[in-house]
């Protein structure tokens, strides 16, 4: 046995009350006598070491190591895991959306422990009563009183970046509730939901309100508000409509998961989250890096994302704010027809598609689109941006596939203005600009397996002194119309949008054509969407990935 003798300091053998003990290399007593006074055997031995951390196996970010090292040692994740995690909070900084959170807590984790910590490092949670756990999955309430989570959040005097009119709060849900709606929240802070398409918000304020017409299955809710009236909110990465309601000072209360206040859904959550408001980038961002996250765990669920086609003339719920109307579907009623991820549509169009309700047999228009259910005014200016992806395939044929369009509501005729892929030797970007105009070429080509971001500015005037069109690709002004008669004597219909692929089709044009578009948005006002020019809203998931 090897043996340590610990010497008294001088101001101990001054003070003659010490006592002189020897230590094994474990630390343990090996000998201790009294040197003054009987009966004292010694110092208590010193505390064992700190069990490694669960940080072992890599290098991480600052806020991932001390998350893993809180992990019991029972829980501890593997590397694989801990470098998704790692990910994620990084991705998180990278983007500017973690440093405004108070609380992120994966509630879909590989264990029960795990899944209850708060990411910031701040905040865990308790699961209270039944509810149930399952892995990559999230915590699931009976939909009572009986169970839900504990988050500990109190609104009023533990959360430093959520304030009374620059705060947020969201939920991932995984599964939807058959009891109840509550999702999150307190009294005045509420996130609420079913898979009918409705949004209950309530962020520090008393005017709760359930809006309809949001796209099911229920998915990301983000409710976030940035001043004291009007708050928004985001669903599966899409700002899909105001929640109007003056503030109030944060409640102080104690926030639940699977519940809020006293009322309870036996929804199942898989994301928590809450903090400072957040803008279109952060919430397409945070559900972009969630999904990330559960597909390098392994996880299943978000299989479930990409929202098959509801069929011919169907619902599909908000696309953005300000339109406020739904968009149904227009399309032969394949399962390739449409799908949706998101903010991310994609269109399928095969020889043969065509939509009986508007294009009878034998008229050789096909299409599959969706139509906005918004009559657009005239004599106002419109910003429209978007992203577009033409999937790779087909040959060179003759034709041309109007992908986007603003139509006129009673007048018949082309729409006043189109976009379309017109179809050659190579792919090109051409314009209906009607009536004055006629189809004018842009003298741009696109590459099919390309992304491109465009953004166009009108104002449509049938009187012909101050309509006017601009379009940008990538930043670089394409098409530019000024003083010109643009739509149709429509006066109080206006037009309505649809996006989507329509073509006329006949035997030399056999392709399957397939678009992907993401983050359409239209905007009213002078220069409302001029910010996209430069920065457009990130692109994920389909071809682009996660």
Not at 88 to 112: E, H, M, R, T, Y
Not at 382 to 405: D, M
Request: charged share 10%.
């Amino acid at each position: 046995m090897v043996r340590r003798l610990i010497l008294p300091t001088k101001r101990e053998l001054i003070s003659g009350a010490v006592a002189v003990a020897i230590y094994d290399s474990l630390g343990r007593p090996a000998n201790a006598w009294p040197r003054k006074g009987g009966g004292y055997t010694g110092p208590p031995p010193p505390p064992p070491p700190p069990p490694p951390g669960c940080a072992a196996g890599g290098t991480w970010d600052a806020t991932a190591t001390t998350f893993f090292n809180r992990i019991p040692s029972q829980a501890c994740l593997t590397t694989a895991q801990q470098t998704a995690y790692n990910q994620f909070i990084v991705d998180g900084k990278n983007d500017g959306w973690f440093q405004k959170l108070d609380c992120c807590v994966v509630l879909a984790g590989p264990n029960s422990v795990v899944s209850l910590m708060d990411l910031t490092n701040q905040h865990d949670f308790t699961a209270v009563g039944t509810v149930a756990f399952t892995a990559f999955a999230g915590w699931q309430g009976p939909g009572s009183a009986n169970g839900y989570l504990n988050t500990g959040l109190n609104p009023a005097t533990n959360l430093t970046n959520f304030t009374q009119n620059a705060a947020s709060i969201g939920v991932f849900v995984s599964q939807a509730p058959t009891i109840g709606t509550y999702l999150a929240g307190g009294t005045t802070t509420i996130v609420a939901g079913d898979n009918n398409g409705n949004i209950g918000a309530a962020i520090n304020d008393n005017g709760f309100d359930s809006l309809g017409g949001h796209c099911p299955p229920l998915e990301h809710v983000i409710i976030s508000r940035p001043e004291n009236v009007n708050a928004n909110r985001y669903v599966s990465g899409m700002n899909a409509s105001l929640h109007t309601a003056t503030s109030v000072a944060p409640t102080n209360e104690v926030w639940k998961v699977c519940g809020a206040g006293n009322t309870f859904s036996n929804a199942r959550i898989a994301l928590f989250h809450c903090g400072q408001n957040m803008n279109a980038l952060d919430m397409i961002n945070i559900r972009a890096r969630f999904i990330k996250l559960m597909n390098a765990l392994g996880a299943t669920f978000q299989n479930n994302i990409f929202q098959a086609n509801p069929g011919q003339n169907a619902n599909v719920g908000r696309i953005m704010y300000p339109d406020a109307n739904v968009y149904t579907t227009q399309n032969a009623g394949q399962t390739w027809s449409y799908k949706r991820d998101g903010p991310h549509h994609r269109f399928e169009l095969r020889q043969g598609d065509f939509d009986p309700s508007v294009d009878p047999s034998g008229s050789g228009r096909y299409r599959t689109e969706l139509l906005s259910q918004t009559n657009w005014p005239q004599f106002e200016e419109y910003w429209w941006a978007y992203s577009f992806w033409l999937e790779p395939g087909g040959g060179a044929v003759q034709g041309n596939t109007i992908c986007g369009q603003f139509h006129n509501v009673t007048s018949t005729g082309s729409p006043p203005y189109a976009v379309t892929q017109s179809w050659g030797n190579v792919d090109a970007m051409d314009f209906f600009i009607q009536p004055s105009q006629g189809v004018v070429p842009s003298n741009v080509n696109i590459n099919r397996g390309a992304l491109y971001n465009f953004v166009h500015q009108l104002y449509f005037d049938p009187n012909g002194t101050t309509g006017y069109q601009n379009c940008w690709m990538n930043g670089t002004l394409i098409m530019s119309k000024s003083n010109i008669k643009f739509g149709y004597a429509d006066v109080g219909n206006g037009q309505y949008m649809k996006f989507g692929t329509y073509r006329a089709w006949s035997t030399d044009l056999p392709d399957t054509v397939i678009n992907h578009y993401w983050n359409m948005e239209v905007r009213t006002g002078v220069n409302a969407l001029q910010q996209r020019i430069a920065t457009p809203l990130p692109c994920w998931g389909g071809p682009i990935g996660y």
